[in-house]
């Protein structure tokens, strides 16, 4: 019995072993896919969240391209006014109760109205003068707006807040946070009008010429010292809208403009191409993407040295830009 049970024991425990085989590879194919699907809608997360943080990089440089890219002038007070800019909707909503999206309007017409004494009284004289004195000025204008932000606000940290501003819209496993893609919108909306500025318009193909060659663009009648002057207004106009938007988004104090979002505007600026309007989304959106994953992989606090790594190889290995070729708008 022994001798004739073997080997039907043997087949037995044979089709039993391919059977437990077969299953293990199946709990492990099906283990494998559950994990690679919940690391690609990970990554997929990763990526949107950078491509909200791009946006508003971009709609944050778009002034600093503007100015650079028209008159050649090197704002480093640019990034106070965006703080300027959010602290005027912050103190709108709190003191009237105007909801943030509508008081962009407010912020766009307050730092116009400063980007005009700024051009009459300290850019326009400056230029002439050469790169240092106008890198010295608005660099000292930065330390002023920043000092005088602190003396009339604090230097504690303000955000924002409203009764949307948590809400997140879900696509399958996909999360929206509705007040970035809100944001993402408006920056791709304010870009656009930009850019339909500079080529569709008589002003903006003034701009353009005026960046190109100011010599031959006053000898066809183009006043340049009038572009100058509405380019830096539309230009810190701009800059309202983005502080707003920043504050919409994360918090803010005075010290945050010459820190952070200056350095950030800097870098959008170089990876998209200098003095490359359309460039700016681009550079914007690189910055951003490369932003988040390098927080996800390496930390979230080497995600700012990681985005300047980035920047400073771009910078010498590529000068003018990860897509632009061209220094004119």
């Known amino acids: 019995m022994s001798a004739s049970a073997s080997p039907l024991l043997q087949k037995i425990r044979g089709k039993f072993g391919i059977l437990t085989i077969f299953v293990v590879i199946l709990v492990l194919v099906a283990v494998f896919s559950i994990f690679a699907v919940k690391q690609l809608v990970l990554y997929l997360q990763i990526i949107i969240l950078g491509i909200f943080l791009g946006g508003l990089y971009a709609v944050a440089a778009i002034s600093f391209a503007l100015i650079y890219g028209v008159m050649r002038f090197f ?18 909503f709190v003191l009237a109760k105007v909801d943030p999206l509508l008081s962009i309007v407010l912020s766009f017409a307050a730092l116009s109205l400063i980007g005009l004494i700024y051009c009459k009284g300290i850019a326009s004289p400056i230029i002439k003068m050469g790169v240092n004195p106008t890198l010295i000025a608005s660099f000292g204008l930065a330390l002023a707006l920043q000092g005088l932000m602190i003396l009339f606000w604090s230097g504690d940290p303000r955000a924002l807040v409203t009764d949307y501003s948590k809400i997140s819209v879900q696509i399958g496993p996909i999360i929206f946070p509705l007040m970035r893609l809100i944001v993402l919108i408006l920056g791709i909306v304010i870009l656009a009008l930009v850019h339909f500025f500079l080529t569709k318009t008589y002003l903006g193909r003034a701009c353009r010429a005026i960046s190109q060659d100011r010599e031959a663009a006053e000898m066809v009648g183009i006043n340049a010292e009038r572009i100058y002057l509405l380019s830096f207004i539309i230009a810190c106009g701009l800059a309202g809208i983005a502080g707003t938007l920043i504050g919409l988004v994360y918090s803010f104090e005075p010290t945050m403009g010459l820190r952070i979002y200056l350095l950030k505007s800097i870098a959008v600026v170089v990876l998209g191409g200098v003095g490359s309007i359309s460039g700016v989304l681009a550079g914007g959106l690189t910055l951003g993407i490369a932003e988040v994953l390098g927080a996800h992989f390496i930390g979230e606090g080497y995600r700012h040295a990681i985005a300047f790594i980035i920047f400073l190889i771009v910078l010498i290995f590529k000068p003018a830009g990860l897509f632009g070729r061209v220094t004119t708008l």
């Open 75 to 92: 704002n480093l007070a640019h990034g106070e006014l965006l703080i300027i800019g959010a602290y005027v909707s912050y103190w709108v």
